[in-house]
């Protein structure tokens, strides 16, 4: 049987970014992708996994391709790729170099579409990037994110995970040295898990800085 996990800390909202090729007239919203080449990431990367699944939601019929973020930033440039959709922290190196080279348009999904999404998603959660974190992105970006988990083993000591998830917290300034986003690595975002059961461990240490945990992530449920 395989381990079963329990959840510790909740890691910065991967934001999705849609970018496509300026130069490519017409393409007004994430409708107009289909039939064009847009790369999605790794095949068993977290785009890989998700971005088919979000455009068969959306009826949009790209022709998908998968590539490291690097191949696919080289791809648009070559005209290879026709437009993205990275799930990342930002910035993104590939994409701002690659910004820095040629005008990269920013394509949002619309209200209705993250509606969409995060009702058959209910792990999505909305997200933004804020203008001016790419030269060609003047106005803050609405999109979706999915945040990360840590998970350890149910069987691990308690006192061995309530230390290690109270580490993570005490030294959260440390943190956002090496990872800007990690500014969203704060106990009160667990209550983005409405699906993960808590290790005991972890649930002690939110119970005592006084943060309430979601019922569906309750140890047992």
Do not use: W
């Amino acid at each position: 049987m395989p381990p079963t996990l329990r959840n510790l800390v909740k890691d910065p909202a991967q934001p999705r970014t849609a970018s496509r090729d300026a130069a490519i007239e017409g393409i007004k919203s994430l409708d107009d992708f289909s039939g064009l080449r847009i790369g999605v990431g790794p095949r068993a990367g977290t785009g890989g996994t998700y971005v088919p699944e979000i455009f068969k939601i959306f009826g949009v019929a790209a022709d998908i391709r998968f590539g490291a973020i690097e191949q696919m930033a080289s791809q648009m440039a070559s005209g290879q790729l026709d437009g993205t959709v990275i799930p990342s922290g930002f910035p993104i190196p590939a994409l701002a170099e690659l910004d820095a080279k040629q005008l990269v348009d920013f394509v949002q999904p619309s209200s209705e579409q993250s509606s969409m999404v995060r009702n058959k998603m209910p792990e999505i959660s909305p997200s933004l990037i804020p203008g001016g974190t790419y030269r060609s992105l003047s106005r803050n970006y609405h999109t979706l994110g999915i945040y990360n988990f840590a998970v350890a083993h149910k069987d691990l000591p308690d006192e061995f995970i309530y230390k290690l998830v109270k580490a993570v917290f005490d030294h959260h300034e440390e943190l956002m040295k090496s990872q800007s986003s990690a500014k969203e690595t704060i106990p009160a975002n667990i209550d983005r898990n409405t699906m993960l059961p808590l290790h005991p461990g972890a649930l002690r240490y939110y119970r005592e800085v006084g943060i309430a945990v979601p019922q569906g992530a309750a140890v047992g449920n």
